[in-house]
């Protein structure tokens, strides 16, 4: 029941709608999505079962499931239609070509579906073909932390890129904003200089403390005797 449709049967039958009980429908919507939107390698399956107060039933994670693609009919085909382009994604090809065929067998099967929306999905990986292609593409990755160095083979990503993007943004927020342009790109060079990228832009500590002043002569402190 929408809430619309709420308060108008609670203003006919003079009810306050704190005592009109949500629907098992609005429950298992406002608070299950995860069903549908979740990548399911990702769901925490588990067959241990738990009364529902709001549901009024024992319940497990498989229940929840069923329960919420019982919600529509063609729940359950929407779901096994997006879990086929995530298992795409995640399978790692030999060749281009195998990525290719199993693209384009994908992009047809998208293009029959009865659904509008990956109709649309279709002709957005028809349009994005050659960069989604390219981006299986496996390059050796060497990774240092405090801990740990080692090397990988790992998809080309414009993730480290943004994750250098993030930074000036990051920098922005924690001082409330900046009104020099100039400073404010200083600062952000002297802040990320131990990138090898961009190691020999900031200035040097010696430049930066070229200026000396005369040195300091003795003195005796207050309370000093």
């Known amino acids: 029941m929408t809430k619309k449709a709420l308060e108008e049967k609670n203003h006919d039958t003079n009810r306050d709608n704190k005592t009109i009980k949500k629907s098992k429908e609005v429950i298992l919507l406002q608070n299950y999505r995860w069903v549908m939107l979740k990548n399911r390698d990702e769901i925490n399956y588990s067959y241990n079962r738990h009364y529902h107060k709001m549901l009024g039933m024992n319940v497990d994670t498989y229940t929840i499931e069923k329960l919420f693609l019982q919600l529509d009919p063609n729940f359950e085909g929407l779901r096994d239609l997006k879990e086929e382009y995530i298992q795409f994604n995640h399978t790692e090809y030999d060749n281009e070509f195998d990525v290719l065929l199993d693209l384009n067998a994908l992009i047809d099967k998208y293009d029959k579906s009865d659904q509008s929306i990956f109709r649309d999905f279709a002709g957005f990986l028809r349009r994005n073909l050659r960069p989604i292609v390219n981006s299986f593409t496996r390059i050796k990755v060497y990774r240092k932390s405090a801990r740990t160095?080692?090397?990988?083979?790992?998809?080309?990503?414009?993730?480290?890129?943004?994750?250098?993007?993030?930074?000036?943004?990051?920098?922005?927020?924690?001082?409330?904003?900046?009104?020099?342009?100039?400073?404010?790109?200083?600062?952000?060079l002297w802040a990320t200089r131990k990138n090898p990228s961009i190691k020999g832009v900031p200035k040097s500590m010696d430049q930066i403390l070229s200026k000396k002043g005369k040195k300091r002569g003795s003195y005796k402190k207050k309370n000093q005797k």
Not at 162 to 188: Q, V
């Open 149 to 188: 160095e080692k090397e990988y083979y790992a998809r080309l990503s414009n993730g480290p890129m943004e994750s250098f993007n993030r930074k000036p943004k990051d920098l922005k927020r924690d001082s409330r904003g900046f009104s020099d342009f100039n400073y404010t790109r200083n600062r952000i």
